[in-house]
């Protein structure tokens, strides 16, 4: 049996510190340093890169105790907890390998690896050996991105439907970049993997799967202003519930500087709600002045400006998470589960810019790929949910019998936050689909919740509904569409058509 993870170093007094070695010693690790800095649980051990200079450069202003220039090496120092892996994707899995059989515990920089069955072996390694294993994405962390998750679960822009993300880089601007840093970007582009889809885009889509969870599919393109930055490009997917979109624009200006204390680029981010829309207003850079953070709530703008804004502030939340996630007080985000799900809308994308078609994500695990997205395609086209046959005026009386006992339960349907402060009596009329009498409804709206009272039609009614019973069973089991069954002349209205609409909204037809 494997022997498990070793217990942090005890410090004088008692405490107990984590010993963390950093793998690649490159740009990005200025970012991940800081984390360690005073840090009452955790400190930089042991740093490693295959440059001597360097790694003797970061032992000294990290104040580590070790340098190596062979991370195998620094892997077997039995004083070593945990390890940050910030070398290029390309080198993740082996090293990955590596450090779960050494027993380390891993901070894994993102994109994950390179393909889903490289990241199959890096899950299993790390379940095997029983270690915490996580993938870092700074944005998770970053402080408005955070806050804006936290005020779309509290409902403060109602139901969202809408993101869009711009990313904009320039040559000039931020701090230096070694030419080493490109070198091996360069190689990601030879392999198929662009300069800004697939390793910074791994943040863009990140943060749309934390803002507004997973993604069913995308489409995007992509091309160059120079030959080698991947820009303009644009993306656009479907999240995996309900009727919510996304859109990311690249743009690239060769001759463009681009304020900012990190890279020369800046990104913002837009989510619109049923109620409201919030606004992330910079990330990398800082093009857009004043705070980070805003909100529009239907009748005026909030600004949050006590919320960070230093994009190094994603990277010390990350840091964080990894030494409470090795402690198990909390989960590591991103998890290997999670981290593969990114890669692989990640790997969607780019499949999608070289087929030059929608791509569904989970076609990159189906068999016949093609075929899988031809299936999918075709059935959501054969749904009743406002398709062709829906048009066509396929037959609904087989639901009939389902109308009355589906109505009395309209009050277990309505959403609570779309009922909130309506007052209104709307009647509704069930035409038999065979000959005998109608069956009518009064249906009250009212302090959030909805009354039903059957036998007769309210005379004070706002509006009323006429429909066949088989064709509102139909709309009620989501076997049709409502504006279908209005634009056929299957459902008739008197009254206000307005309250039609909210009607429509409030329960989900």
Partial sequence: AMAPPKTPAQEPGGLSKLNIGIIGCGRISDLHAPGYRDN???????VCDLDPDTAALKKHQWQARKMYTDYRELLADPDIDGVEILSPQGLHEQMVLDAAAAKKHISLQKPMTVDLKSADRMVAAAKSAGICFKIT????????????????EDGRIGTPCNLRMKLIS???????????????????????????????????WASAWYLLGGIERVKAWADSVDGV??????????????????????????????PSRYYANDEWIEITGSKGLI????CTGNINEGPGLRMFDGYKWHDYPDVPTDWKEGFTG??????????????????????REILKINLAITKSTRVRREVYVDELEAAIPGLYTWNRIRKEKGKGAGGLFSFLGRSDRAYADRAVPLTLALADRGSPDSLKGWDTTIGLKLIPESPGPETLFSVRIQNGEISLEQGRLPPDAELTLSVPQGTWAAVLLGRRKIEA?????????????????????????
């Fill in 40 to 46: 009452a649980r955790a400190r930089i051990h042991a």
């Fill in 137 to 152: 994405d700074n944005y998770l962390f970053y402080p408005p991105v955070v806050r804006a998750r936290q005020m779309i």
């Fill in 170 to 204: 320039g040559t000039a601007g931020g701090w230096e970049v070694p030419p080493g840093a490109w070198q091996w970007r360069l190689k990601e582009k030879e392999a198929g993997r662009g300069v800004q889809l697939f390793d910074h885009g791994h943040h863009l």
């Fill in 229 to 258: 930055i991947d820009s303009p490009a644009a993306v656009m997917w479907k999240h995996s519930h309900g009727t919510v979109f996304g859109m990311c624009e690249y743009a690239h200006g060769k001759d463009l500087h681009i």
């Fill in 279 to 282: 606004q992330v207003r910079q």
């Fill in 318 to 339: 990350s840091t964080r998470n990894f030494i409470a996630a090795i402690s198990g007080e909390e989960a590591p985000l991103l998890s290997p589960a999670q981290g």
């Fill in 485 to 509: 069954a209005f634009l056929t002349g299957k459902l008739k209205l008197e009254g206000r058509a307005e309250t039609a609409l909210k009607l429509k909204d409030a329960l989900n037809l």
